[in-house]
Nanobody
Framework: QVRLAESGGGLVQAGGSLRLSCAAS????????LGWFRQAPGKEREFVAA????????DYGDSVKGRFTISRDNARNTMYLQMNSLKPEDTAIYYC???????????????WGQGTQVTVSS
C-alpha cells in the first residue's frame, strides 16, 4: 500500500506563491498517475491537477490552469504542485492521491494523503 504525505501548505497573501510536496512511502509510486485535489469548507472535493507516471502528460482543472504547475521526481518518490498568483478562492485543504492504473484521469484514485491546509488572504 502506498502511503502519501503532503507538506508545504500555509498562509499566503493573494498574488503570492506556495509549493506543495507529496512524498510517497513506496517506490511503486513511480508506476502510478498522481493527482492533486482540494476541498474548501462546505464544498465538494475538486480536481486540481494530474500527472502521468512518467511525467510526460499533465491535466489541470479550469480554475487553476495557467497558475499551477504539477511535476514529479520519481527518483525522490515525490510530487509537487507549484501554485502561483494565488487567490482567496484557492483556500482549501489540498490532497495528493495515486491512481492504480496506467491511465491519467480525474477520478478513481486509490491512495490518499491526509491533506495540507492552504489559506490565501485578500
Amino acid at each position: 500500500q502506498v502511503r502519501l504525505a503532503e507538506s508545504g501548505g500555509g498562509l499566503v497573501q493573494a498574488g503570492g506563491s506556495l509549493r506543495l510536496s507529496c512524498a510517497a512511502s513506496e517506490r511503486t509510486f513511480s508506476y502510478y498517475p498522481l493527482g492533486w485535489f482540494r476541498q474548501a469548507p462546505g464544498k465538494e472535493r475538486e480536481f486540481v491537477a494530474a500527472i502521468s507516471s512518467s511525467g510526460s502528460s499533465t491535466d489541470y482543472g479550469d480554475s487553476v490552469k495557467g497558475r499551477f504547475t504539477i511535476s514529479r521526481d520519481n527518483a525522490r518518490n515525490t510530487m509537487y504542485l507549484q501554485m502561483n498568483s494565488l487567490k482567496p478562492e484557492d483556500t482549501a485543504i489540498y490532497y495528493c492521491a495515486a491512481r492504480r492504473s496506467i491511465v491519467l484521469a480525474r477520478t478513481d484514485y486509490t491512495y490518499w494523503g491526509q491533506g495540507t491546509q492552504v489559506t490565501v488572504s485578500s
